[in-house]
Antibody, heavy 118, light 107 residues
């Protein structure tokens, strides 16, 4: 059974940093691209970042470029998102999501809430 | 970036009704479109990818169609468990944009 479990969310002040982790199990992690998708309170879904299976290709949505960094450790079956220079508008539930054969998301974690507030 | 627009934003229907949700892309995405169902407090669930391919385990009352810029998600006979918000997402190219969502309510 595929499982994705996020951790690392919490309350942080504007300008602060946080690191999200996603522990993957139940599939060959090193063979699949992975993503982070977020959802602000009461709002829709927003794709944030993509990383290919070997980390050779990485994409970010424009609003987080230069502030967020996606990475993975295939030996540990783990996906990460480093969030720096956080803004109020980054407040959201952050989901770890596995790619299917293309960049759609066939499995999702339960989400990790990041709240940016002073 | 490719923009995705769903209609309607909210929809109210009765059990047994045939329900259709539309998603339009700002440029052609061929058939690179996915549909998701999200219930309150839960992660989204993949229903359909590549416009019409049903994900394993998804009930056959769900179907998808379309190509180019116009797509539809159809529920052939609405069930109480289908009360949720539905999102389309283009998987043709970077920015992998979602539609704004359609909230489906049961009358």
């Amino acid at each position: 059974e595929v499982q994705l479990v996020e951790s690392g969310g919490g309350l942080v002040q504007p300008g602060g940093s946080l690191r999200l982790s996603c522990a993957a199990s139940g599939f060959t992690f090193s063979s699949y691209s992975m993503n982070w998708v977020r959802q602000a309170p009461g709002k829709g879904l927003e794709w944030v970042s993509y990383i290919s299976s070997s980390s050779s290709t990485i994409y970010y949505t424009d609003s987080v470029k230069g502030r967020f960094t996606i990475s993975r450790d295939n030996a540990k079956n783990a996906l990460y998102l480093q969030l720096n220079s956080l803004r109020d508008e980054d407040t959201a539930v952050y989901y770890c999501a596995k790619c299917g054969f293309d960049v759609y998301f066939d499995y999702w974690g339960q989400g990790s809430l990041v709240t940016v507030s002073s | 970036d490719i923009q995705m627009t769903q209609s309607p934003s909210t929809l109210s229907a009765s059990v047994g009704d045939r329900v259709t949700i539309t998603c339009r892309a700002s440029q052609s995405i061929n058939t690179w479109l996915a549909w998701y169902q999200q219930k309150p407090g839960k992660a989204p669930k993949l229903l359909i990818y590549k416009a019409s391919t049903l994900e394993s385990g998804v009930p056959s009352r769900f179907s998808g169609s379309g190509s180019g810029t116009e797509f539809t998600l159809t529920i052939s006979s609405l069930q109480p468990d289908d009360c949720a918000t539905y999102y389309c997402q283009q998987h043709k190219s970077y920015s992998y944009t979602f539609g704004q969502g359609t909230k489906l309510e049961i009358k």
